[in-house]
């Protein structure tokens, strides 16, 4: 009997403990999905654009490094195109910053019901943005930026019983891999925006609302 009865004490402080360990598995499981969570929100954070939740200037250019060169060995052309929202500072400095941000948003989203699932779209910096567009020749790219273009301008916007009228300005540039070699594709990436923020420049100048082609040659044609 007392054979049995420390049997009986030992299954029982067995089963105790196993209920401990399941209990403290679930809690480490538990842990370990919220340490998931938070390294996702972590990567996503160092890509994304925290008022926009577009892609950041950061990881658009390493893409674009990978794109360029991807693009040379392929043989791929792609176009990139600049843009930036026309006479925003005055509406920061009548609205606020708030409606300012709010704006913004909405382009985005703007932009982002255009795009094809391909292309990639980053915020450049304040009130301008950067869409890489593989596969997509001179033309193509034209057509694209007048498209996004017109989708801004007839989008409204009511912010605050306000009605806001927005225009964007397009800089915009194409490249056939196999009418020039790229021995470096950082230095050819640099150039390349160089050419477009020119073009964005020259179509500020233009008296905004419109694009500007720049070919490799850096000739800059309005649209």
Do not use: W
Request: with cysteine; glycine share 4%.
């Amino acid at each position: 009997m007392s054979d049995v009865t420390d049997f009986r004490m030992l299954l029982d402080e067995i089963n105790e403990k196993n209920v401990v360990l399941q209990q403290q598995n679930k809690e480490l499981l538990k842990v370990e999905e919220e340490l998931s969570d938070a390294n996702k929100r972590l990567e996503q954070i160092a890509i994304k654009d925290e008022l926009t939740d577009c892609y950041n200037k950061r990881y658009l250019l390493q893409q674009l490094n990978h794109e360029i060169a991807t693009a040379q060995r392929y043989k791929r052309l792609f176009s990139i195109m600049l843009l930036d929202l026309d006479n925003f500072k005055l509406i920061n400095d009548k609205y606020g910053q708030l409606v300012g941000d709010d704006v913004l948003r909405i382009v985005v989203n703007v932009l982002k019901r255009n795009l094809r699932q391909s292309d990639i779209l980053a915020r450049f910096g304040g009130e301008e943005f950067i869409i890489y567009l593989p596969q997509t020749d001179k033309k193509g790219a034209i057509f694209f930026a007048e498209r996004i273009r017109g989708a801004v301008q007839n989008h409204s916007i009511k912010i605050s019983g306000r009605e806001l009228n927005i225009t964007v300005s397009v800089g915009l540039v194409s490249v056939r891999p196999d009418d020039q070699q790229i021995e470096n594709p950082v230095i050819f990436m640099e150039d390349l925006l160089e050419q477009t923020d020119r073009a964005l420049y020259k179509a500020k100048s233009n008296g905004r609302n419109c694009v500007v082609y720049a070919d490799v040659h850096d000739n800059l044609n309005d649209v």
